[in-house]
């Protein structure tokens, strides 16, 4: 069916556009932009009225983890996609830390297949570097490429051995797709279970230093450096890793980052009740890093943001701090949270940095709405709404923004030409992904 979006602000950093348009789209696809009332060009048309609302390319969050296969009890690739859609993401890429790992051609194609079926947001499979993640013998880049694989990763762990990463690199050279860095030494984390500071120390628990993301993070792009390959660091959280990204930059090296909402907008005294609500990897840092973060996305350091949504169960988070699993869930709050952190960021950086840049470090489809690209769209405004975890269409229930009231959200999600979220309920025909009820 084709469809006019009438009267919204259209923001497009791709084309550098942001003012009053009508978007037609037709099968699929972005027929044109006018600047006259495209409803009287198209009276047959479905009419969206975008009007005191932004219309923008389709957000996607390249780095999430559907836990399936393996952990289907914590999401679903159907369930995820819908949080996403909720949230106002049109596309996600998941990460490999499933069990088993994403790391045959096979389990990529099951992914898809399983995307495919929802018929909500497109997902991204992203295949492990190592076998089993277990940072020894090379995954077959190649095969998980040509099955599907955007991007290679062994997101939720380190490839500890340098002499194995950089083989890696070698040989996976001019395979389409970056790699991405979980930068973590585990023998400075040790069994840490928040950011080592003043905090830590005056509540008596153990805490990782800074060090250990910085360290791994200048090991990376030097690596990237010497083998010249695109390279992505996920979920920056110091100052200093923001100093190292930007002297590698110098340096000719390709290297993109990105950058979580709890990052921007939580510091490590989320721990004064020392629950796991707020226990993450890496860990909520200091203000002093909160700050650089912040800077680093007015500045144009940070390419992107991510969620890193890591939904588990109630039962799981509600474990001793030292039990706990580290993540929660992030699709249906980022939109808001982000807007939060940086209330006066301009609307073209915003944009890009949750659809453009995501879309070109990827190299997958979306990230504009010139005439011809796909018809992947996300609508949002100024409309003030609560945290509600029981609305979550995601599996996970777990987020220190409970109950927080935000400003801004997504208001209709389009992938395809087609609306799969609208105020906040996502179309499915599926009776496991029953809405809780909109968003207020």
Known sequence: ?????????????????????????????????????????????????????????????????????????????ASGAAAAAAGGFTAVAAMPNTEPALDTPELISEVKRLAAAAGLARVYPIGAITKGRAGTELAPFWRLADAGAVAFSDDGATVADARVLR?????????????????EDCCLKGDAVMNESLRSATLGLRGSPGLAEDIVVARDVLIAGDVGRPWHIAHVSTARSLALLRFA????????CEVTPHHLL??????????ATA??????RAQSDVAALLAGVRDGTIDAFATDHAPHTREEKALLLDDAPVGFTGLEIAVGAYAAAL???????????????????????????????????????????????????????????????????????????????????VASDSPSLACKGALP
């Open 167 to 183: 083989q890696a690199a070698l040989y996976a050279r001019d395979v389409p797709g970056p790699f991405i860095s979980h930068c």
């Open 279 to 284: 226990k993450v990897n890496p860990p909520l």
């Open 343 to 425: 209330p006066d960021l301009p609307l073209l950086r915003f944009v890009g940095l949750l659809s453009t840049n995501p879309a070109r470090i990827l190299g997958v489809p979306g990230g504009s709405l010139a005439v011809g690209s796909v018809a992947d769209i996300t609508i949002f405004g100024e409309r003030p709404w609560q945290v509600d975890v029981q609305r979550f269409y995601s599996g996970g229930k777990n987020t220190p923004f409970a109950g927080r009231t935000f400003a801004r959200r997504a208001v209709m999600t389009i992938v395809g030409g087609r609306i799969i979220m609208r105020d906040g309920v």
């Open 1 to 77: 069916m084709m469809l006019v979006i009438r009267g919204g602000r259209v923001v497009d950093p791709s084309q550098d556009l942001d003012g009053l348009r009508d978007i037609v789209v037709n099968d699929g696809l972005i027929h044109s932009i006018l600047d006259a009332d495209a409803s009287k060009l198209y009276p047959d048309a479905q009419i969206i009225d975008a009007s005191n609302l932004v219309v923008a390319p389709g957000f996607i969050d390249m780095h999430v983890h559907l836990r399936e296969p393996g952990q289907t009890h914590k999401e679903t690739v």
């Open 266 to 275: 939580v510091s490590d005294d989320a721990f004064a009740d020392f629950t």
């Open 249 to 256: 930059r110098a340096q000719g090296i390709a290297v993109t």
